[in-house]
């Protein structure tokens, strides 16, 4: 099981590496001074020239490519040009609001999935079931930033229950900071608990046609043991996987959430680096967001065997 | 056929009617006894597993009980509540089901799942439980308990897994176990030890045994009576002896028929030129690792050799694991082998890159175990067959096509080449790929476990139609079987192979009559043979296992 | 011998293509004709509540919703279209080749390939448009490059898993060569699964280019597409609600249609496989 846990974290380094060098190449893709790009147009003469030393432009690309990995790893993601300060810090300050309100309303969303997938598959093909899957499919119909705008249409202007516009920090005032979070989290619920409750309920319906559990129900177990003791470890496994993949897609999109509530998080720091060109942004965000995906998947593959023990005993 | 008068049949099935809106199985009625064993025989689509999982009212989602009632020492089954027959299942009526893959929860250890059961039933603290578990794995004779109730059901083989899922149910000491075809997916060698596992462990308790089986040898073996099902009624009932011997139903004849018997008194094929000569055959496979490093080098063929003349039948036997379809497949050059020469005719193919093997790949067929997944599902049958004939070039589309029709009338499908695999049966899709083998007149046939898959009666005929064939055509033939019954009626010369070597080989007569390695000794064994050439059908038949 | 179509399938089916219908009908009616004209200014009449005149009101420019909404349907539709045709065409080029020869080749590509797919598709999509700038060319680009790898890894692993299959060793043992094994035994087989995603695909792009696009990454005004649409309503949350529902509709409503039809696919084509 150790020897699982190592080789699959052994397994991600190379893909972080890989990943690096993408991101890397794409910030070098763009036609131009490498210098004037990273520091901007209005930038002196003196700093451009000590920059390009810096980068040592001369040398060849992989060695390029190593005075910048080094200094990555050194926290050094270099400077934003608009915003005039280290690329790390703001990354990091933003990256925490983001994960956190990915992290809370993904796991709402699975929990409901899970329950509801495992109920639909149990009562298949009927009301229950049918009430379910109608639900899940419209809800995956739905896009992020609209439920999002009638959220805050319904919530925030004519109910006015909740604030508008503006955010508060955690850390600053607990109790008046959820208030911000709230509608962003239950609109991310709502999208992604569709996509979920399909693959718990898939992989709960097949599970269930299999004769263990048949099996389970001649030992004379009670359907609540049966579906939860046996059903559910198995079923659970694939939307696992499901769940890795979702928490990545969210960490690009919720730049529209955090747009439609002006919410300074990583997602719409990128977007804002895109439009003003802020290239040390750009690349900052680019390799944090990839690398946390792939921490992600790694943490999914860690757990799997949990649910499934055929895949760390291979 | 009713047991004795003064006890009360431990199970009695009362005029059972099964189904949604046909009923699948009609008015069946039948007792068994205290302690005996009532082999429910029929072929697939005879009714005999929904009968078995009605009992503990395991019914798939849209069938029910229709008609007809289910007593348990005389008590009615039907009337009791769900949550009643919940404390009979597993506690009083045990059941075991076929596949061992998907019976076993693959997410559980096994000592959970063992244990589970005596929680629930018998109320033991964990300690306890342990204990139990433990004793009744070292009985079954499974090799270090204590880690074996740590572990799971994936890191045990078929026959382990079947054994273990029978201990664990027969823990709760049952006095009615239900083995719905406990040993159908298994070879030949496990099937016995499954078998008398469950023997011995129902003999203890004085459980009584509803055997559901299609396997005739093992109704003659093993149980004392009989019930011969068929669409869903009841054709025959009796002793297991009688039933067997004196068939009194057509069907049940024909079952029984089905059975393959040695061709007694055919001489050897002569000597002719050999076809296919192989010798000193190694391969090596690397187990798939994740990582490069990891993986481990398992040797398959160790220094094989066999040679093929023409006309004759080769029979390649030995357990799962034995190497013998890796042998055949690699004989056709399907694989590659790392050592050791292949000769076609006298010449070399064992390294000819594929283009220059296209005559060679004409001479030698092969017909493949699984029907389901030996024909492209998006093909029709004309086509399918018609493939085979590619590489013969000077072939106009019209002879094309008659040479199809005849292959197909051939293998008893006149007129089927428009249809699509999925509306054939197993047996019929059988015959296509047979067809499809046959039609480029091959010099050669390799059938890796061709009637494995198939009913026993479709076993019999498809087996007959090789025989026809390879009469009509002449051609030589290497049958691949983990089951030395079938190949027995076919066969003119026997190579026995296990662990990747051959262990023994010789003329059909010989290997049967006087085997010399221990373990074609232990395949004979256990395989129940019935063997005569008479007809069944005469009552002075005599009967005889296979000699030690 | 598909899955008997039982009522829910059916009703699935059709209410799907209902929908489906009625905005393909929007997008290529849009081609030849709209009720006004998408982009004539008419200051004097903004932000009118949907009368009428215009069926859907007016926006902050005095221009008819409903001709907008239109023409955003076909600018929306054809940029997905494009994108999954790409996708698919590129992807499955590669998987079938990749998957079924195997090889040094195969490893490449397949390390090229985890590679993008471990950035999260929208994220490659970003990245992509900060180095090209928006245009309607760039996103269906930047969202090509996006769906490819997925696509090539489920090609792949089709082909991996019906190269196992036993037909696949017959064609080989009737003496034909692979190329032939591969177009005529693997790729019809591999249809089944290709149309399944191809359909995913087609949803997942509307999504990513109307969340693109009010991010104003994706394609610029003056052209319209749902997702521009909601971009610039944004303001007017309160005095002009309609300029927020409305094209959200007709995103939510496609995305219905084609995740309808796609299930109604795969239930047909599922016991097949």
Redesign the interface.
């Known amino acids: 099981m150790i020897g699982f846990a190592l080789?699959r974290i052994l397994?991600a380094v190379p893909?972080i590496l890989?990943?690096s060098?993408?991101?890397f190449l794409?910030i070098r893709?763009?036609p131009g001074d490498p210098a004037e790009i990273m520091l901007g147009e209005g930038a002196d003469p003196a700093s451009l020239a000590a920059f390009r030393a810096e980068l040592g432009l001369d040398e060849s690309m992989p060695v390029q490519f190593m005075r910048w990995a080094a200094r990555v790893l050194h926290g050094d993601f270099g400077q934003s040009i608009f915003l005039h300060q280290p690329v790390a810090v703001l990354v990091w300050d933003r990256l925490q609001l983001s994960a956190s309100i990915i992290l809370v309303a993904v796991g709402i969303a699975a929990i409901i999935a899970v329950a509801a997938g495992l109920y639909a598959a149990w009562r298949?093909?009927r009301a229950g079931d049918?009430a379910v899957v109608t639900l899940a499919?419209?809800g995956?119909?739905?896009?992020?930033?609209?439920i999002g705008?009638?959220l805050?249409?319904l919530f925030g202007?004519k109910l006015g229950w909740l604030p508008v516009v503006g955010y508060v920090a955690f850390s600053d005032d607990p109790g008046r900071a959820w208030q911000y979070l709230i509608l962003p989290i239950v609109t991310l619920v709502v999208v992604e608990v569709g996509v979920l409750t399909r693959m718990a309920r898939a992989s709960a319906v097949e599970v269930l046609r299999?004769?263990?559990i048949?099996?389970?129900?001649?030992?004379?177990?009670?359907e609540w043991t049966v579906l939860f003791?046996?059903a559910l470890?198995?079923a659970f496994?694939p939307t696992l996987t499901m769940v890795g993949i979702v928490v990545?897609?969210?960490?690009?999109?919720i730049?529209?959430v955090e747009?439609?509530f002006t919410l300074p998080g990583l997602g719409r720091l990128?977007?804002e680096?895109?439009?003003a060109r802020d290239?040390p942004v750009?690349q900052g965000c680019?390799l944090v967001?990839?690398v946390a995906?792939?921490l992600v998947n790694l943490v999914v593959d860690l757990l799997y065997p949990i649910?499934?023990?055929?895949i760390a005993?291979? | 056929m009713s047991s004795q008068p003064s006890s009360l049949p431990r199970l009695s099935i009362r005029n059972l009617s099964i189904g949604n809106q046909t009923a699948f199985v009609r008015d069946v009625s039948f007792d068994v006894g205290a302690g005996r064993i009532l082999a429910l025989v029929g072929e697939s689509g005879s009714g005999k597993t929904l009968i078995g999982r009605s009992i503990l009212r395991l019914l798939p989602e849209n069938i029910r009980q229709l008609d007809g009632d289910i007593l348990y020492h005389g008590g009615s089954l039907s009337g009791l509540s769900t949550a009643e027959i919940r404390r009979l299942r597993g506690g009083r009526i045990g059941m075991v089901f076929q596949e061992p893959l998907v019976s076993l929860n693959p997410a559980l250890s096994i000592g959970r799942q063992m244990a589970e059961g005596l929680k629930l039933h018998l109320g033991l603290d964990s300690g306890e439980i342990r204990t139990r578990c433990i004793d009744m794995l070292r009985r079954i004779h499974v090799p270090r308990p204590e880690q074996c109730l740590a572990a799971f059901p994936h890191q045990f083989s078929g026959g382990m897994r079947q054994r273990i899922m029978l201990a664990s149910v027969m823990l709760l000491r049952p006095d009615l176990l239900i083995a719905d075809e406990p040993t159908t997916a298994l070879d030949t060698l496990s099937q016995r030890q499954v078998i008398e596992t469950m023997l011995e462990l129902t003999r203890e308790v004085g459980t009584s045994v509803l055997l559901i089986t299609h396997n005739l040898g093992l109704v003659d073996k093993y149980a004392d009576d009989a019930v011969v099902l068929r669409r869903g009624e009841i054709v025959e009932e009796g002793t297991a002896a009688r039933v067997i011997r004196l068939p009194r139903h057509a069907y049940t004849r024909r079952l029984v028929d089905a059975l393959p018997r040695r061709r007694g008194g055919v001489v050897a094929a002569p000597p002719d030129e050999p076809i296919l000569v192989a010798k000193g055959l190694e391969l090596s496979f690397r187990s798939a690792g994740r990582s490069i490093l990891r993986r481990k080098k398992i040797r398959v063929l160790h220094g094989v050799s066999l040679t093929v003349r023409r006309g004759e039948t080769v029979a390649v036997v030995g357990g799962s694991g034995s190497g013998k379809t890796t042998l055949g497949r690699a004989l056709l050059r399907l694989l590659d082998v790392d050592r050791g020469t292949i000769s076609y005719r006298g010449a070399d193919v064992t390294r000819q890159p594929d283009r220059q093997l296209r005559p060679f790949r004409r001479a030698c067929q092969i017909v493949f175990q699984d029907p389901f997944s030996s024909l492209d599902p998006r093909m029709r049958v004309g086509a399918l067959v018609g493939e085979a004939l590619r590489h013969i070039t000077p072939l106009a589309a019209a002879e094309r096509r008659a040479r199809v029709e005849a292959a197909l009338a051939d293998v008893g499908l006149p007129g089927h080449a428009d249809r699509l695999p999925h509306q054939l049966s197993g047996g019929q899709r059988q015959r296509v790929a047979l067809a499809r083998a046959i039609v480029g007149d091959p010099e050669l046939l390799v059938a890796d476990e061709p009637i494995a898959s198939l009913d026993m009666t479709v076993q019999k005929q498809v087996l007959e139609l090789f025989q026809r064939l390879q009469a009509e055509r002449g051609f030589a033939c290497l049958f691949i079987s983990h089951d030395l019954a079938a190949v027995q009626q076919i066969a003119h010369r026997i190579v026995v192979m296990h662990e990747g070597r051959i262990v023994e080989e010789g003329p059909c007569d010989a290997i049967f009559d006087d085997p010399q390695h221990e373990y074609t000794r232990r395949l004979l064994e256990a395989s129940p043979l019935l063997d005569a050439t008479p007809a069944v059908t005469c009552p002075s038949a005599i009967f005889s296992e296979a000699k030690r | 011998m598909s899955a008997r179509p039982n009522s829910r399938s059916r009703i699935r089916l059709l209410a799907g293509g209902l929908l489906a219908s009625a905005v393909l009908t929007m997008s290529v009616l849009a081609i030849f004709w709209t009720p006004l004209d998408p982009n004539r200014l008419d200051v004097l009449h903004r932000l009118n509540a949907p009368d009428v005149r215009n069926l859907f009101g007016t926006d902050e420019f005095g221009r008819d919703v409903l001709s907008r909404v239109m023409v955003g349907a076909t600018t929306s539709l054809s940029v997905a279209m494009l994108t999954v045709i790409v996708a698919i065409a590129v992807g499955s080029t590669i998987g079938f080749l990749t998957g079924f020869f195997r090889g040094w080749t195969d490893r490449v590509v397949m390390i090229l390939n985890d590679t993008l797919l471990a950035f999260p598709g929208i994220l490659l999509a970003l990245g992509l448009v900060a180095v090209t700038g928006p245009h309607a060319y760039a996103t269906v680009l930047a969202l090509a490059v996006a769906f490819t790898p997925k696509v090539m890894r489920v090609v792949r692993g089709t082909v991996l898993s019906l190269r196992e299959r036993e037909y696949i060793e017959a064609s080989r043992a009737m003496g034909n060569g692979p190329l032939y094994t591969l177009a005529r035994h693997i790729v019809p087989n591999a249809v089944a699964p290709i149309a399944v995603l191809a359909t995913s695909m087609f949803g997942w792009a509307i999504l990513m280019e109307s969340a693109l696009s009010f991010l104003g990454l994706g394609v610029p005004p003056p052209a319209a597409t749902w997702g521009n649409m909601l971009a610039t309503a944004r303001p007017y949350l309160t005095s002009a609600p309609w300029l927020s529902v409305i094209p959200g509709i007709l995103i939510a409503t496609t995305l219905l249609s084609v995740n309808l039809l796609g299930d109604s696919l795969r239930d047909w084509l599922d016991p097949r496989m």
Not at chain 1, 140 to 146: E, K, Q
Not at chain 1, 248 to 253: A, R
């Open positions: 080789k397994a893909t890989l990943v060098i993408a991101v794409l893709s763009i298949q093909d049918i499919t419209l995956l119909s739905l896009p992020s930033f609209w705008l009638l805050l249409l202007i299999l004769e263990y048949t099996h389970a129900r001649a030992k004379g177990l009670s003791r046996h470890p198995n496994a990545g897609s969210l960490l690009g999109g730049a529209v747009t439609v990128i977007v680096a895109i439009y290239y750009i680019l967001i990839a995906y792939v649910f499934d023990p055929r005993l291979e």
